[in-house]
């Protein structure tokens, strides 16, 4: 009986997608609650990228799903001493990039909260009155201090203009909301001196999903909204929903898979929220009014579905926003690989973007 | 010595990852000049798309990748037969989408080329001047005839607007580049009585992709360029390029593979031209000045890397270029699904784009 039905809901799909498409086959074999087991397939370099990305795929290899979920720790001491010993790394990666680029990170406080100007060596004089509120990606864990600076320098570099990155709490000692407080703290202070207009937030990763949940915050306290967000691959949910989340896994060079140490980080994120929460999960929040938004992913990215989630819902909500996605990138890959041809062209889209938004 | 050299760049391309983003682990195994093997996955229903998708997933098998290509015809004679027999079915299916839209198609011939002019129960007095001109898909091989209406038939009844949908020769009896040579008689032939910006040129799939060739054959014409350009997960290159090619096999239920008949349609459509030719994988051809372009795919496309190849090949010419991806879609699903919420969107973004960009 079962069986029969889906032959007849098979049937009537391919007669369907024959009318308008290319459809050869809809061969039918048995399916569980619409659960389907994906085969095992070869998957060469990207070719139509870059010869920096191609080089850096064809360096790269193959994604090993298990060894990295057994490199997730279990204790919250295992955690802190990882989160430590990367932080390091990624701390020293920050300042070479920022020196190699002339970029000036200077460490201040505003209302308590732990930031990083970031200066490049020439302000365009477009951006002369603008600033870019930058939230650091990390899955909620990773990059605290100036291990969170990397991708603020970038931007200032690129687009030659003024960033604050902001050094937001984090678990295991701080979970949700603390890190949306402080970004609301700076927020409150930038506004005493600037014209949310001028102000650009966004960031990459969890950044990207910080911005998303600050901004529904900010629209809770009936605070000016930014002038324009910036969506980097954006982890816009905690759960594990999402086409990529699964189809991505092991393809994913970043990430690798999603209970690699992303899914842990957010939960420990999450912590006492629902995860459906649009402060943890901002992608169910309501976009009304949101600024308008520019979003990237790639074609290999473990988060292109929260990327191009968020892109529909902007869009329905009537927001200006623009999604772009490169062919071979995983998550990040544009800030990854700093110096490929794609990196600079997505930095440049994104200061195109924010000096058409901006006010002067 | 060439692991070691390897181990070094994924330490390396580890480090920089760390500095920006989340990554837990780049755990190194053997790879052979970039090829990775990717193994198999478990792959639910898409969570976050309507009711009307979710519900059309959970009762889709999962596509057979061998039965489809079983399937694949292997002399010109079961070409021909399948090409019939599916024809068939397809005008079947258009005159009822067209009889429950109340959408009148009528059959004409302008210079030679065979047409359907299909005109909507109510135009908008928006579109009072605009013609659309509709390049239907199906791999060059499919949906000759009243068959290849069915979306011109939606985007009548949803723009409110006239479509002209041209019945451009096919494989295996006229391969490239006649159906070219069919667009351009009757581009020609219009432009006698409208100018060139009220008319917008599109379709899905190998009508996307005709429709790219087909503005690359204008430009070496000198022909006055259409106002607006609908590339619906156009198939840009013939050859098997793209990460989506790969990944996406098995998991495209209307596509299912490469090589499941689109590969084998492409190769009698390019017959002896080289397949990188931009008449045949127009993703080659020179984008400058191409008119502003629409681009759709999903995150189940077989297509998703020639959608978003083509997207960045337009924005890096400067072209005025919006993408739209949808989760859970695979190849045309918005066509194929047209009760769907995410067709209708997709077909009212398609509509403010050429409300926009089309000269009143």
Redesign the interface.
């Known amino acids: 009986m079962m069986k029969a039905?889906?032959f007849t809901?098979?049937r009537t799909?391919a007669?369907?997608?024959?009318?308008?498409?290319?459809?050869?086959?809809?061969?039918?074999?048995?399916?569980q609650?619409?659960?389907?087991?994906?085969?095992?397939?070869?998957?060469?370099?990207?070719?139509?990228v870059s010869d920096v990305m191609r080089e850096?795929?064809?360096?790269?290899?193959?994604?090993?799903?298990?060894?990295?979920r057994n490199?997730?720790p279990e204790t919250i001491e295992q955690w802190k001493a990882l989160i430590s010993e990367?932080g390091e790394?990624?701390a020293a990666?920050?300042r070479a990039?920022a020196n190699g680029l002339s970029v000036v990170v200077e460490q201040e406080s505003i209302d308590g909260v732990n930031v990083h100007r970031v200066t490049p060596a020439e302000i365009d004089p477009r951006h002369e009155n603008h600033l870019f509120v930058y939230l650091?990606?990390?899955?909620y864990?990773?990059?605290g201090g100036e291990?969170g600076t990397?991708?603020a320098v970038l931007i200032a570099a690129r687009a030659k203009m003024l960033v604050l990155s902001v050094d937001y709490r984090m678990p295991p000692d701080h979970p949700a909301p603390a890190a949306i407080n402080d970004v609301v703290a700076v927020w409150e202070n930038l506004l005493n001196s600037r014209p949310a207009t001028s102000l650009a937030l966004g960031g990459?990763?969890?950044g990207g999903g910080l911005t998303m949940a600050s901004v529904h915050r900010f629209k809770e306290l009936d605070l000016d909204l930014p002038g324009a967000l910036y969506l980097g691959t954006p982890g816009s949910?905690v759960n594990k929903?999402?086409?990529?989340r699964?189809?991505?896994?092991?393809?994913d060079?970043?990430?690798?898979a999603w209970d690699?140490?992303?899914a842990q980080?957010m939960s420990m994120y999450a912590a006492d929220y629902d995860h459906n929460h649009p402060y943890v999960s901002p992608?169910y929040g309501d976009f009304e009014g949101f600024p308008p938004s520019y979003v990237i992913s790639g074609?290999?990215d473990l988060m292109?579905?929260d990327a191009?989630?968020t892109?529909?819902k902007l869009?329905?909500a009537g927001v200006d926003a623009?999604?772009?996605?490169?062919?071979?990138q995983s998550?990040?890959d544009y800030?990854?690989?700093?110096n490929s041809p794609e990196s600079h062209?997505h930095y440049a889209?994104l200061n195109a973007f924010l000096l058409k938004h901006l006010e002067r």
Request: hydrophobic letters at 50%.
């Open positions: 039905f889906r809901k098979a799909l007669l369907v997608a024959a009318v308008v498409l290319t459809t050869v086959a809809l061969a039918a074999t048995a399916t609650e619409g659960v389907w087991e994906i085969g095992p397939r070869m998957l060469p370099a990207s070719v139509d850096s795929l064809l360096n790269t290899p193959a994604p090993d799903v298990e060894a990295a490199f997730v990367r790394r990624a990666g920050a990039l650091h990606g990390g899955a864990l990773f990059n291990a990397a991708e990459t990763s969890a949910d929903v999402g086409d990529s699964y189809i991505m896994e092991g393809i060079r970043l990430l690798v690699a140490g992303g980080g992608i074609t290999r292109l579905s191009v989630r892109h529909r869009r329905a623009d999604l772009h996605v490169y062919e071979g998550h990040g800030a990854a690989v700093p062209e889209e």
